[in-house]
């Protein structure tokens, strides 16, 4: 079954940022050089922009910055239906920061989409 539970999603998050917190290769974007295959087999590998145009915390990507970003695509893994096999669904993470904040933007597709079950919408 292709439901999206509110567990599930916030378990590929915390996967995710855990992943980040101990990768070498999350850093500023000032002291990378990005080669020219941004999804090296060998490492992941984590780009993080700097922006100084207005993000607003809305749940969407629709702004200016996020064209700026530089999507990872690569390494993602399942939980469900089995256990870390390569995710079925695309699933592309960006990363901003601005002088005060750092920001996720992260785009998870669904080929099936009228299947996803959310327990709660706000």
Known sequence: ???LTVNRFITSI???????AHSES??????????????????IE???RWTDKEIKI?????EEA????????????????????????KTRVMVLQDDRTIYFG???????PDTIFATSMR
């Not at 915390?14 to 980040?20: N, P, Q, V």
């Not at 399942?78 to 995710?87: H, T, W, Y």
């Open 66 to 89: 996020w064209n700026e970003a530089l999507p990872y695509e690569a390494f993602f893994y399942q939980l469900q239906p089995e256990d870390r096999a390569p995710s079925s669904e």
């Open 26 to 43: 999350l850093t500023l974007e000032q002291t990378l050089t990005p080669s020219n295959s941004l999804q090296s087999a060998d490492k």
């Open 14 to 20: 915390i996967f995710l940022c855990l992943t980040a």
């Open 46 to 48: 984590i780009y993080v």
């Open 106 to 112: 992260i785009h998870c597709y669904d080929s099936d």
């Open 58 to 62: 809305d749940g969407r990507l629709d």
């Open 1 to 3: 079954m292709k439901h």
